[in-house]
């Protein structure tokens, strides 16, 4: 009911005078423009170049976050070394990193990638050394009794126990690099996607399309947590069993 009565006061403001129709345009200009970008391939193209910009950094984020969140979950040695400095380094705002990544990486797509996978890559690291640290000391006295091996007790113990946490910091992770991915084509270098679609609309003072590239962030946002919440109860079922 709410996401109706937003669209309802947006169509009422835009038809009575209250909002000026140039910077909240109605809906059904806002229809049309997105079915103009639709007819031209646009908005496919923009809302393609997005999803797979924002599918690769996290796929890099994810891995990275997992590796280094079990390093430190498991080796005291790289806890002690490494657990200070990064929780000083994630305290920074991820916009402050930028300047930093455009100076190494460039302005092209391989600085954004970077800065998408870093914006996945710190929950899931924070998630996945609170799940190893949480796994119970009844299942480290079975990979004793067992003999297990420290390679065995991570595949067999630490990461199976670590699942529930490590799919929420994935989770977050999922959330974080589709908001990195709108804040990399927005503030690097323009080009295709729906942030360069939103630029593209404030250079023209177009903001039907400005208001068509919010919505469709929206959508997708929207769409990506609820996938993820659905995938993440199918996967730890076993918790409840």
Known sequence: ML?????????????SGLVNPQFLPP????????????RSGELPFALATSLKRDLLGFALGASIGI??????????????IFTTWFNGLKQIALLAWIPLISLW?????????????LAAAIP???????????????LLDVGDVFRFSRLQLAWSLYL???TPSVLTGLHLGLIYAWLAT???????????GIGGLIISGRERFEMALVMLGIVVVGLVGFAVDRSATLLERRLVKWRTA
């Open 3 to 15: 996401p109706l009565l937003l669209l309802a006061v947006w169509e009422a403001g835009s038809h």
């Open 27 to 38: 809906l059904e200009k806002v229809g049309r423009v997105a079915w103009q970008e639709f």
């Open 67 to 80: 590796v280094v969140g079990l390093l430190l979950g498991l080796s005291r040695i790289a806890d002690r």
């Open 105 to 117: 990486f460039g302005f092209d797509e391989a600085a954004k990638i970077v800065f998408i996978a």
């Open 124 to 138: 899931v690291i924070l998630n996945t050394v609170e799940g190893v640290r949480s796994t119970s000391t009844k």
């Open 160 to 162: 199976p126990a670590a």
């Open 182 to 192: 709108i804040g990399a084509e927005y503030f690097m270098a323009a080009g295709p």
